[in-house]
């Protein structure tokens, strides 16, 4: 059977279909409970678990906003791999400032204030 020039347009079963208007409203809805839920436990959680709660939260809501709004839910998935690629060299970055300001008292014994060896 030949494809006619109607079915021929048509997006084959394999391709990635984007979501509906009503599912970017309840990722919306999702998006303000979360944050109603972030101010609240502000205020109710008290402590370092404040902190733990909030970055929960934080970590959910931008979960939401990456897999709905930049599409990589529903996107092609050279478009994840980027992501990932993206947030590997991110966490290598803060790693790499994480180990020097780690080491600055280590390395202070070898210069001086100015930063210039002794």
């Known amino acids: ?4 020039p109607q079915t021929a347009l048509r997006p084959a079963a394999t391709e990635h ?7 970017y409203v309840i990722v919306w809805g999702a998006l303000v409970v979360l944050a109603t839920v972030t ?3 502000s205020r109710a959680v008290t402590g370092g678990w404040g902190l733990v709660v909030a970055f ?3 970590i959910a809501k931008a979960g939401l906003v990456v897999a709905f709004f930049m599409h990589l839910a529903h996107g092609r998935p050279i478009y994840r791999i980027v992501f990932v690629t993206a947030m590997a060299f991110l966490v290598l970055l803060v790693l ?3 180990a020097d300001v780690g080491t600055r008292s280590i390395a202070s014994s070898y210069v001086d204030d100015l930063g210039y060896p002794l």
Not at 1 to 4: D, E, F, K, L, V
Not at 17 to 23: D, M, V
């Open 39 to 41: 101010l609240f436990a």
């Open 96 to 98: 790499g400032i994480l």
């Open 56 to 58: 929960v939260i934080a």
């Open 17 to 23: 279909r984007e979501p509906s208007a009503l599912g």
């Open 1 to 4: 059977m030949m494809p006619t």
